[in-house]
Nanobody
Framework: VQLVESGGGLVQPGGSLRLSCAAS????????MGWARQVQGKELEWVSG???????WYADFVKGRFSISRDNFRKTVYLQMDNLEPHDTAVYYC????????????????????RGKGTLVTVSS
């Protein structure tokens, strides 16, 4: 399984970025997909997820600012991040907790079974 992220970079506070994740080696359409982030020295945390039926989930700290989507034909998942704030600075990973029908959500106890190498997002003026 390969999950390859792109789209990270440096952005000013209030700016936007769009992350993309290209998946291969798995039956993409049956997996719940998501984005998790990690700040150095802290635990990995889920930011947003999307189920096979395209039902989204968002962590409280990104609701209203981030939007997740998926294209099952292209085996790609996206994360549109708007109104970015300095505390959003982190390495963002594309990941999956498992097949949509078998996962219980994107909580802290639902660890990724696969994840990419990550893309760095830096929010700074």
């Amino acid at each position: 399984v390969q999950l390859v992220e792109s789209g990270g970079g440096l952005v000013q506070p209030g700016g936007s970025l769009r992350l993309s994740c290209a998946a291969s080696g798995l039956t993409f359409e049956i997996y719940a997909m998501g984005w998790a982030r990690q700040v150095q020295g802290k635990e990995l945390e889920w930011v947003s997820g999307i189920y096979s039926d395209k039902t989204p989930w968002y962590a409280d700290f990104v609701k209203g600012r981030f939007s997740i989507s998926r294209d099952n034909f292209r085996k790609t998942v996206y994360l549109q991040m708007d109104n970015l704030e300095p505390h959003d600075t982190a390495v963002y990973y594309c990941a999956t907790p498992g097949q949509s029908t078998m996962v219980s959500g994107f909580g802290k106890y639902n660890k990724p079974i696969y994840r990419g190498k990550g893309t760095l997002v830096t929010v700074s003026s």
